[in-house]
């Protein structure tokens, strides 16, 4: 009796552990199918939304025009200088300042142009008229990265190996430069103490496709001047932004032309503000026929007769940059003075 009861209960927990062990792989494998079947819904939802999503367009390559005495937008004080916004390749660039502090900041405001959210700042060259608008720049972006020419006892700081003077063992300590002991490397003042500047002293790319092409002038009245211009890569050619090309456009675009030699656009000043026509001319055709740039948009210290060579010569392919211009340099490059439509474009790029 007694075994035959432990065999029977043996029996029914054996059949109660098998229905139990039964239960849980239905139940498991009712839970596997519901997350298979989630799991299905939530990629495919995915997938269909990621089809369905909108891919975001590129941000449109241009450059406005902030500071220059000549233009038609009633919102903006014009003035003696250059200064524009260069946004491209997905950076946001101010190049040159302007001369008046004052006149930089209503301008960019009257643009809709927020000068916090910058990349970096290119200094073109000590010129007042290029560099005297930094003030308001320091003031609201302070930290923003500076990139200005190398000169000896330049503006924007220097450093010079003290082997650059002659030494004279002869003397006492007392009349010797630093009792004859001179730093190997001698670091001078700038007139912006404190800025985030770097100092640029020969053609040097400073992020992927933008080039800052260094040059030193040669000419009358500037000789020994460098000047720094901005040269960006484009998959349409060389975008190349220019400040006064004192040492000349010809040898600006030649120099950029290492980089490209397909230039797509000039924007800035070329410098034949005092010019005969004869070098005008001479200037105008060897950017239209030897380096065959594709558009022009000059601007700042061009000169009246010098925009009038380079209508003629550049047909359609001349571009108005007068104050307030919106730039877009793109395949097709397009000129906007519309204060309206700019600040549109602006919000968009937001």
Request: aromatic share 8%; glycine share 10%; hydrophobic share 40%.
């Amino acid at each position: 009796m007694t075994g035959t009861g432990q065999h029977s209960g043996t029996t029914e927990r054996g059949v109660r552990f098998s229905r139990k062990n039964q239960r849980e792989r239905v139940m498991r494998a009712t839970h596997l199918s519901v997350l298979a079947a989630f799991g299905s819904a939530w990629i495919l939802a995915g997938c269909a939304a990621m089809e369905s999503a909108p891919v975001a367009a590129p941000a449109p390559a241009r450059i406005i025009v902030l500071y220059d005495a000549f233009g038609k937008d009633a919102t903006m004080t014009k003035g003696w200088g250059y200064a524009a916004l260069v946004e491209i390749s997905g950076k946001r660039i101010l190049f040159d300042t302007g001369d008046d502090p004052q006149i930089l900041a209503k301008n960019a405001k009257a643009k809709g142009v927020d000068l916090t959210r910058l990349d970096f700042i290119v200094l073109s060259h000590r010129h007042s008229d290029h560099v005297g608008g930094f003030s308001f720049l320091r003031s609201v972006n302070p930290k923003v990265k500076i990139y200005a020419p190398k000169e000896t006892f330049g503006v924007f700081g220097s450093d010079l190996p003290s082997t650059f003077y002659r030494k004279d063992d002869s003397l006492p300590a007392e009349m010797r430069y630093y009792s004859g002991m001179p730093p190997e490397t001698m670091k001078f003042g700038t007139a912006f103490p404190g800025a985030n500047i770097q100092l640029i002293d020969k053609t040097t790319e400073v992020a992927p496709g933008i080039t800052l092409i260094a040059l030193v002038s040669d000419a009358p009245g500037t000789k020994e001047l460098k000047e720094l211009s901005l040269a960006i890569n484009t998959p349409d050619g060389l975008v190349l932004v220019v400040g006064c090309a004192h040492p000349g456009i010809e040898a600006i675009v030649g120099e950029a032309a290492r980089t490209n030699p397909h230039i797509h656009f000039i924007a800035g000043g070329l410098h034949l503000v005092v010019a005969q026509d004869a070098a005008i001319e001479r200037v105008a055709t060897a950017l239209h026929d030897t380096y065959n740039v594709d558009y022009i948009a000059p601007g700042h210290c061009t000169g009246e007769p010098a925009f009038a060579a380079m209508r003629k010569l550049f047909g359609d392919r001349y571009l108005y940059a007068g104050l307030g211009t919106t730039l877009g340099v793109g395949a097709n490059p397009r000129a906007d003075s519309d204060a309206r439509a700019s600040n549109i474009l602006s919000d968009e790029l937001r």
